[in-house]
């Protein structure tokens, strides 16, 4: 059964929309614990344009269950999560001009300077994951990089149109089974909803789904803690049908 990481990412776009002291990521991921989050994903991006260091930090003080550091491979945010010691680090491609994460690392292209920093990161007790499209290439290039989980990037997956949907969900599912057939443990995320999460939730061997932009959006209707838990109550029974039709909590 897969477990469910919060990203708390758009909690803190609202704070910085007014460069204001509320709302707060930190109080909200305590929310999101409460609702049933098994850890608390955040992305700090080198614009800082929504979560910043005084959260990371504060968050490292305060998250019972698991924190995630997503953040891109540079010198800076090596330092910062030296610093910090987040359970887990996902290094992620990041792009200034981007919206949002826009695919995959090229985790091939860049493999000896990954290594390393892998090899830092692990060296400090932090466990490391690597944002990754589902290619063979990629996912090879993961496991020599000596890094123990990736997190499959789910963009296309959510941005495909309905007949699409389930050649995504192939690739989606045979990279796992790649994965894991590696010695890498699986995660995945972007883009999912309460609409599209139960197929990837279903994917045997999916270990967590990291997931904010929906649950936040929602917890403006019925408050964080539900949010979280109605999520968490479809990734934890997940139909298998990929044939959606949401299903209402
Ligand atoms: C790496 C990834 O999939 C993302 O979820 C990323 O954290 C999104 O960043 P934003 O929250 O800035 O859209
Ligand atoms: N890594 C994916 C993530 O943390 C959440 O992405 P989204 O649900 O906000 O698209």
Request: with cysteine.
């Amino acid at each position: 059964m897969a477990s469910l990481g919060v990203n708390i990412d758009h909690i803190a776009n609202v704070r910085q929309a007014r460069r204001a002291v509320e709302p707060d990521p930190v109080s909200y991921a305590l929310l999101a614990e409460l609702g049933g989050a098994d850890g608390i994903t955040v992305h700090l991006r080198e614009d800082r344009r929504h979560i910043q260091d005084r959260d990371v930090e504060l968050l490292r003080q305060t998250v019972r269950s698991r924190l995630n550091l997503e953040m891109a491979a540079t010198a800076e945010m090596e330092a910062i999560a030296l610093h910090i010691r987040p359970d887990m680090v996902t290094l992620v491609p990041e792009k200034r001009q981007e919206v949002t994460t826009e695919g995959g690392l090229d985790v091939a292209g860049q493999q000896p300077a990954l290594s390393a920093l892998v090899g830092a990161l692990q060296d400090a007790g932090i466990g490391v994951s690597l944002f990754v499209d589902a290619e063979a290439s990629q996912l090879e290039a993961c496991r020599a990089t000596g890094a123990r989980w990736v997190e499959l990037h789910t963009g296309a997956y959510a941005e495909a149109s309905w007949s699409l949907q389930p050649a995504e969900l192939a690739r989606l599912t045979e990279g796992s089974f790649i994965a894991r057939s590696l010695g890498l443990r699986v995660n995945a995320g972007h883009g999912l909803t309460y609409q599209n999460v139960e197929p990837i939730a279903a994917i045997e061997g999916m270990e967590e789904l990291n997931i904010g932009h929906t649950i936040v959006a929602r917890a403006l209707a019925v408050g964080l803690e539900e949010a979280v838990r109605q999520m968490k109550a479809l990734i934890q029974n997940p139909r298998r049908d990929p044939l959606f039709g949401s299903r209402q909590l």
